[in-house]
Every structure is written in structure tokens, then in C-alpha cells.
């Protein structure tokens, strides 16, 4: 995936690539936030989500995003033992896409990898052109064509 920061104004993305089928590929606008490690983590919570659509059961996801791996495999741990808090009790940046991302993981026997990004991988790179395709796309949110800076929409 790739956010695309045009400073004032971010605009991001996911996109996804369906290994084997690409009417399973997304390039969809991001809600709520736009930023790059939000594109990375809903663009999992998408892949997962296509995945139980078709009732896959399980799957190797690829990713460039270690942030993602590391929360995803590592962190959530921590996070769930703490009530979805870290440790010292401050609030989880992304923590509600994470809890998503968390639930539908759950639900699945995931494998998950990390691929350099921009490093010739076909798959990366159909991701990053779909999700530039996808922050091109306009969205209406709360009735306007515009973007916000809550944290409250666009959840996986």
C-alpha cells in the first residue's frame, strides 16, 4: 500500500493484489485519517476481508510494512493483556484499525511476510499503483466531498 502525502492536503490509499485472481485486486480511497501506516494496516484488514468473503481459510500475506507485521504479531499481545492501551496507559496510535485488523486475523490462519518495498516485487508493486490509483479517487464522507482528521471512520 502507499499513502500519498501532498503535505496540505493527504490523500490515502489501500491497494490490495489478489494473488491468482485480480478481480480481487482494491484501489479504494482511505476514510478517516490519511496516513501512511492506516493505508498499510487497511489494506491487510481488506486482503483478510476478501479472504473470509470466499471462504479461504488460510493465507500468506506480503507486505512492506513492518509496522504492520510487528503490531499484528507482536504487539496486539501486549495491547489486548492492557485493554487495548500500551503499557505505560497512553492510547495505541491506529488502535481501532488495529482492533479490526486483530479480528479478522482471528479468524484466520495467517501467515505473515515482509518484502522490501520498491524492490521489483510484482505483487508490491501492483499494490503501490492500485493504491495510487485509489488516492486519486474522490470519496464522500459526512455529505462533502472533503477529507477529516478524526479517527472515527474508515476502520477496516
Known amino acids: 500500500t502507499r499513502a500519498v502525502n501532498e503535505r496540505v492536503r493527504a490523500r490515502g490509499a489501500r491497494g490490495a493484489v489478489a494473488h491468482g485472481d485480480s478481480r480481487g485486486n482494491a484501489a479504494e480511497r482511505l476514510l478517516g485519517r490519511q496516513t501512511n501506516q492506516r493505508a498499510e494496516i487497511q489494506a491487510a484488514c481488506k486482503a483478510l476481508q476478501q479472504a473470509k468473503e470466499k471462504n479461504i481459510k488460510k493465507l500468506l500475506i506480503y507486505t512492506d ?15 489486548k493483556l492492557n485493554g487495548w492501551r500500551l503499557k505505560s496507559g497512553g492510547k495505541i496510535v491506529n488502535g481501532d484499525d488495529f482492533v ?4 479478522l486475523n482471528a479468524e484466520l490462519e495467517v501467515v505473515w511476510m515482509y518484502i522490501p518495498g520498491h524492490a521489483g516485487y510484482t505483487g508490491n508493486e501492483e499494490a503501490d499503483r492500485l493504491s495510487r490509483e485509489g488516492a486519486a479517487k474522490p470519496h464522500l464522507q459526512h455529505g462533502r466531498d472533503e477529507d477529516d482528521d478524526d479517527d472515527d471512520d474508515g476502520f477496516c
Open 65 to 79: 510494512s513492518m509496522f504492520t507485521i510487528n503490531g499484528i504479531t507482536k504487539w496486539v499481545k501486549d495491547w
Open 100 to 103: 479490526a485488523l486483530d479480528r
